[in-house]
T-cell receptor, first 113, second 112 residues
């Protein structure tokens, strides 16, 4: 059974710092990995999708990498801003389960001015 | 605007009173699914649908029903809600397997 772990569970940083959020998964037979952002009381917003054949994806200040063989992904946020404060969720789509995302518990990020 | 909508957003009900949470997407997506989010347990899939008239169970289907009669709609039905179904529910959709998934705003359900 696929398990997804995110470290750290919470992170508080001053504005302007570059930071890294980590995600690990136990079964490397994944179809893709997706990073989401969740704001309090709101739904999930997709940030980046990495297919299993890809090594990384970039969108603005965000960069996500994938090392499928070691079961790891990182989300790099450059020059953090208070508006980046949210819960960040990592989810993997399994190779044998059609469309089902297995989520990590999330990293709660606080960026203070 | 491309989006997934859910209704209602908030619902308080009593044990045993049948309810339906609607989900609709305007992106012509083939794939739709339902998740519930609980503290300490994260997000878990309830049911999913690969296409019209095709549905299957996720990890926690007990106590729920779904139907997919039209491509755009995927309602979640609780025939006899119980307090352990108190949760935050999300509907999601994507073009098909392997594509980016889009989530609705969530429905917070309380069963007393």
């Amino acid at each position: 059974k696929q398990e997804v772990t995110q470290i750290p569970a919470a992170l508080s940083v001053p504005e302007g710092e570059n930071l890294v959020l980590n995600c690990s998964f136990t079964d490397s037979a994944i179809y893709n990995l997706q990073w989401f952002r969740q704001d309090p009381g709101k739904g999930l917003t997709s940030l980046l999708l990495i297919q299993s054949s890809q090594r990384e994806q970039t969108s603005g200040r965000l960069n996500a990498s994938l090392d499928k063989s070691s079961g790891r992904s990182t989300l790099y946020i450059a020059a953090s801003q208070p508006g980046d404060s949210a819960t960040y969720l990592c989810a993997v789509e399994g190779g044998t389960s059609y469309g089902k995302l297995t989520f990590g518990q999330g990293t709660i990020l606080t960026v203070h001015p | 605007e491309a989006q997934v909508t859910q209704n209602p957003r908030y619902l308080i009900t009593v044990t045993g009173k049948k309810l339906t949470v609607t989900c609709s997407q305007n992106m012509n997506h083939e794939y739709m699914s339902w998740y519930r989010q609980d503290p300490g347990l994260g997000l878990r899939q309830i049911y999913y649908s690969m296409n019209v008239e095709v549905t299957d169970k996720g990890d926690v289907p007990e106590g729920y029903k779904v139907s997919r009669k039209e491509k755009r709609n995927f309602p979640l039905i609780l025939e006899s809600p119980s307090p352990n179904q108190t949760s935050l529910y999300f509907c999601a959709s994507s073009w098909q397997r392997g594509y980016e998934q889009y989530f609705g705003p969530g429905t917070r359900l309380t069963v007393t």
